[in-house]
């Protein structure tokens, strides 16, 4: 991989405005200058997401790209084109909705190769190695790409935007693209609560809630720690949350600073869901498979401690 | 329009289900060590399967369930079988579960060819396996068509597919062209149906068609990348259960220890 080509880094605009974008890019500066690769950022969506200027302000070259139409034909089609016009060796893009399709299709149309979800970037001996999660987490895969393009997708937090750095510019390009999928009716998220998979602080609760009325609270204390609300299968099944919001292996794949499971046993379906984080367990069976999983733990009733900690957290806080 | 000939991929994995103790991995073979644990039909799978048994309930669709598999392995196809698919066809492959999905791409789109007129080709959006989450993608790449991604609904008005599909955050419906690849969510309206028990006992004696995978002449391209390493990673904590008398002193004491790990 290693040569005078481009590391594309990659935006859509999903999420927190730029910041998967911004993750990528921070991904390409990491590995750029180790494979003798330039990292290039380019902003594509309906309209382009705005990533560009923060890119540039990162002191990289970063391309405005207008015309696509924000679905995944329409995607594959702009990195397709960007990868042949800047011999890209490496394309880093978010492990989102989207990115998980694109990554596949760019590199089958473009002769190189896809790794999703990765979850680390190392050089060794000049060679990119992209670590993954296998098996709903129960292992990890070390994987070494053999063609060019790679065109790999990165779990939500893998890396931080990139910090401020001179000799950066924008460029503004027209590149129209026709989607052979015709949109009929777009529905736009019903942004409740903030997205799982950007939030630093989730608060998910079971079986063991007992009822949907024991979510209110939960939903107050992920409020309180800065966070948002999850939930399990289990919890979604009995119709207690929207589907929406759960976590696990059919659900969303989260990367928190702090998890926080209550009334969940631990399944391994639930635990594929958790990609990185401190896990605190909140349950009345000290037998809970879910404790071998975490690193802080409470044992007792969830009707209980529910309001108490959300006290002891107000009080912290100061409110 | 004549019934759409929709073909539904079916994998056979690993039981997500494995308790992560019990997990392991065979160093030398870089793949989940023999008889781990058992195989059946993945989650995703069965929700691209009851979606196609929905297309065939309301346009009158024939299915065909395909699958890349070990020869020993028939439990997704039985599965099909048992809730009436027309027809079970199996590309048989020794260790078919842990090829590289350019390897099974190429092997599907293969073996599509020796199929009848394809109108609809559904998947589960991963196998919940090796999560590479590639296949489908490729297929669609390979063949030339449209494809759609976490699809939820979908149904013909006259010869016009539309479906309904997840996109950044929300959904959309759109009008996808035939013929087309699409890749199932899981929903609830996606439970894979029961099967009657006569049915059950009629699934064990009907043909599986069978193509060796060494006899399709498959075009894939060789692997992609290298399995450089495979572990189990290691359990590095222990559980801190957090002290208190009554759950005020638990509360307490947690938030303070949240403060000192600065997660607060």
């Known amino acids: ?319 | 329009m004549s019934a759409p000939h929709v073909v539904v991929l079916l994998k056979d994995i690993l039981d997500p289900e494995l308790p992560g103790s019990r997990f392991r991995i065979d160093p030398a073979r870089m793949e989940p060590a023999q008889g781990v644990g058992s195989a059946i039909l993945g989650p995703f799978e069965r929700s691209a399967l009851e979606l196609a048994l929905k297309l065939k309930d309301s346009a009158g669709a024939r299915i065909t369930a395909l699958s890349v598999g070990d020869p020993s392995l028939l439990d997704g196809l039985r599965k099909a079988l048992a809730v009436r698919v027309d027809a079970a066809v199996q590309v048989g492959l020794q260790g078919a579960a842990n090829q590289p999905p350019e390897a099974i791409a190429g092997l599907l789109v293969t073996a599509l060819g020796r199929l009848e007129d394809v109108d609809l080709v559904l998947a589960g959006r991963q196998a919940g396996d090796w999560d590479h989450g590639q296949v489908p993608y490729l297929m669609a790449e390979a063949l030339g068509w449209p494809c759609v991604g976490l699809v939820r609904r979908a149904w013909y008005e006259g010869d016009r597919l539309q479906v309904l599909h997840d996109h950044a955050g929300g959904q959309r419906l759109v009008l996808v062209p035939s013929p087309a690849v699409l890749t199932v969510t899981n929903d609830d309206a996606l439970l894979l149906r029961m099967a009657r028990v006569s049915d059950l006992m009629a699934a064990q004696r009907r043909p599986i068609e069978r193509f060796e995978a060494g006899e399709l002449g498959s075009s894939a391209s060789p692997p992609g990348f290298t399995i450089a390493d495979l572990w189990v990673p290691a359990r590095t904590s222990v559980c801190e259960f957090i002290p208190g008398e009554g759950p005020d002193e638990q509360a307490a004491n947690l938030v303070g220890r949240l403060q000192e790990m600065r997660l607060l």
């Open chain 1, 1 to 319: 991989m290693s040569g005078t080509g481009v590391v594309l880094a990659v935006g859509w605009g999903d999420g927190e405005g730029d910041r998967p974008g911004a993750e990528a890019l921070g991904g390409a500066l990491a590995v750029a200058a180790e494979l003798g690769l330039t990292a290039v950022y380019a902003s594509l969506g309906d309209p382009p997401e705005p990533g560009a200027e923060a890119a540039s302000a990162s002191g990289v070259r970063a391309l405005a790209v207008r015309g696509g139409t924000g679905d995944v034909e329409s995607l594959t089609d702009q990195i397709v084109a960007l990868v042949e016009e800047f011999s890209v060796a490496l394309v880093l893009i978010a492990a989102d909705d989207r990115g998980r399709q694109l990554a596949p299709r760019v590199a089958a149309r473009a002769g190189g190769v896809a790794i999703n979800n990765a979850t680390r970037l190392e050089v060794i001996e000049g060679a990119l190695h992209v670590t993954r999660p296998v098996f709903g987490g129960k292992a990890m895969c070390r994987l070494v790409p053999l063609r060019v393009p790679a065109v790999v997708s990165l779990r939500s937090r893998t890396f931080e935007p990139p910090p401020p750095a001179p000799g950066g510019s924008v460029e503004e390009r027209s590149m129209a693209v026709q989607s052979r999928v015709r949109l009929i009716e777009n529905i736009p998220p019903v942004l409740e609560e903030g997205r799982l998979e950007d939030a630093r602080v989730v608060v998910s609760g079971g079986r063991g809630m007992g009822a949907a009325d024991a979510f209110a609270g939960l939903s107050e204390l992920a409020a309180a720690l800065g966070g948002v609300l999850g939930a399990s299968l289990a919890a979604v099944d009995q119709g207690w949350v929207s589907p929406s919001r759960q976590v696990g292996l059919t659900g969303k794949v989260v990367s928190p600073e702090l998890y926080v499971a209550v009334g969940i046993s631990g399944a391994s379906q639930h635990l594929a869901g958790l990609a990185s984080g401190v896990v605190l367990a909140i349950n009345n069976d000290a037998k809970a498979p879910i404790f071998e999983s975490a690193q802080l733990g409470l044992i007792g009733d969830a009707k209980v401690l529910v309001p108490a900690l959300l006290k002891a957290v107000r009080a912290a806080r100061g409110g």
